[in-house]
């Protein structure tokens, strides 16, 4: 299928940018990458009357040391960030999340922010940006506006991003070289969404304790009462009857997706405590 008839834009700042968006409302789509857009737009999923680039705004783009977290511009794609492993102090985790979407082709082109603001419950960086409690940084009509990551996606495709928004930049904050970290994701074959995933991390020395489900039916979902108890025992409390106790407390989760879930759960956690 071939998109219904839209405008195009590509304005020179993020300034103009934002006032198309605004301009447009809910008629009016931001492009980076477009991996997630262009099939939405071939399928006829998306209809939007005006398309804005937002590709190449020097705003958007570039990596920075900003002290205590890393600033990572919205239009950053994924293959910068997998190319930045062993650069990113405190922020290890992001470059390894980042090598596991998809293909390399798909990774040269993909933007973590278009994908963030894609909100697919089986994305990658909804998740992972949540765990790593990772403030999103929004500039709309009315300015710039900062919100959690694990409250930016509200469910499915839908997120805290009112019309005439867009994501700037996204703030990860650098961790302690005490960290733990894990990332786990379950695929029936390599570069296919996950059917599950979970995300811990542990820093003690930040007091940070975060673990999260995610690949499920809307946001991510946090797992309080596991990311204490591993935060206070350690591996002893990854234990196989903990991983199903704490997905079977999860309403509208069944066998043998249970099964399913607790498994990638526990792979995450054990990743983060090795023997």
Known sequence: ???????????????????????????????????????????RLARPKLLVDISRLRELGGIADAGDHWRIGAAVTHAELEDAAGKLAGAELVPQVASGIAYRSVRNRGTIGGSLAHADPAGDWPLALAALDTTVLVAGPRGERKLPADQFMKAAFTTALADGEAIVALLVPKLSKARRLGYYKFCRKTGEFPEASACAVIDPERRLARVFLGAAHGAPIPLPSV????????????TRDAALAAVGAIPNIEEPERRMRAAVLLRALHQAYPA
Request: zero cysteines; proline letters at 7%; aromatic letters at 4%.
């Open 1 to 43: 299928m071939k998109a219904a008839a839209f405008d195009y834009v590509r304005p020179p700042d993020l300034g103009a940018a934002l006032r198309h968006l605004a301009e447009g409302g809910g008629d009016a789509k931001p492009l980076a990458g477009g991996q997630s857009l262009g099939p939405m737009l071939n399928l």
């Open 227 to 238: 990311a204490r108890t591993v935060a206070e025992s350690g591996r002893a409390a990854a």
